[in-house]
């Protein structure tokens, strides 16, 4: 089944998402008769549509089959509750969305907040200063040519934020970090308080374009890259 299943999602980006909807709330109200097989499929969604790792994650397909694991009466309220969290999570800072406002604070002690930055594109990265898939991304995005040249052009801006609470050790490893880019704390812990951003991995990557509407969320570096060497004139 689940070779059939990873196959059955990935006929999904040719069809409208009308049609994918529709076929996953079928699809999943056919599973009720058991619940064994409902939440063996449900397992089978949050593994290949939100992991990030996997090559057919797609949010807005994952969105459809939360909603279907809620709605449908097989969950008890208690099982209800991942896919319940993990759907406000998905809802926040869609594509096309306005990027939640967030203030931050600077190694100086001087604050400042999202919507100040200017940029035709801001890339917002999410990290934490001990983290060693935080220091690979760090690495490859330095080692990005179309990157360097943006911020060369001043047309892109990089805002590295830390969500966590040690103040001092962020700051004690600055040092380390490109001085190109703004480096920020979220001091009020509204972040990760908040979650007002989904924030699935330590090393996590938005792009944003001068309005702050949302253009790639929880995306990889790759990605952020073949964007913007399209879009970008």
């Known amino acids: 089944t689940e070779q059939a299943f990873s196959n059955y999602l990935s006929v999904m980006q040719y069809v409208p998402k009308e049609t994918a909807a529709l076929s996953i709330r079928e699809m999943m109200h056919k599973a009720v008769v058991e619940h064994v097989m409902f939440t063996y499929f449900a397992g089978l969604y949050e593994k290949y549509l939100y992991d990030l790792d996997s090559p057919l994650h797609d949010e807005s397909l994952f ?20 896919p319940a969290h993990l759907l406000e999570l998905a809802l ?19 604050q400042g907040s999202l919507y100040d930055v200017k940029a035709d594109y801001l890339l917002l990265f999410f990290y934490q200063p001990d983290c060693h898939t935080c220091m690979e991304t760090t690495e490859k995005l330095t080692g990005s040519n179309i990157l360097n ?10 805002l590295a934020v830390y969500p966590g609470e040690d103040f001092y050790s962020w700051k004690s490893n600055l040092s380390y970090m490109p001085s190109n880019w703004i480096h920020a704390y979220d001091h009020t812990g509204r972040i ?23 253009l790639l969320k929880d995306t990889k570096i790759e990605q952020i890259e073949q964007f913007l060497q399209k879009n970008v004139q």
């Open 192 to 214: 990760r308080g908040e979650e007002i951003y989904d924030l699935k991995t330590s090393s996590t990557l938005y792009l944003l374009d001068k309005e702050k509407k949302v």
């Open 149 to 158: 040249k943006l911020l060369e052009l001043q047309k892109l801006q990089i």
């Open 92 to 110: 926040k800072n869609r594509i096309g969305d306005s990027a939640i406002q967030f203030d931050y604070m600077l190694a100086n002690e001087k």
């Open 63 to 82: 969105i459809y089959a939360l909603e279907a694991m809620i709605q449908e009466p097989v969950f008890d309220e208690f099982q209800k509750i991942r």
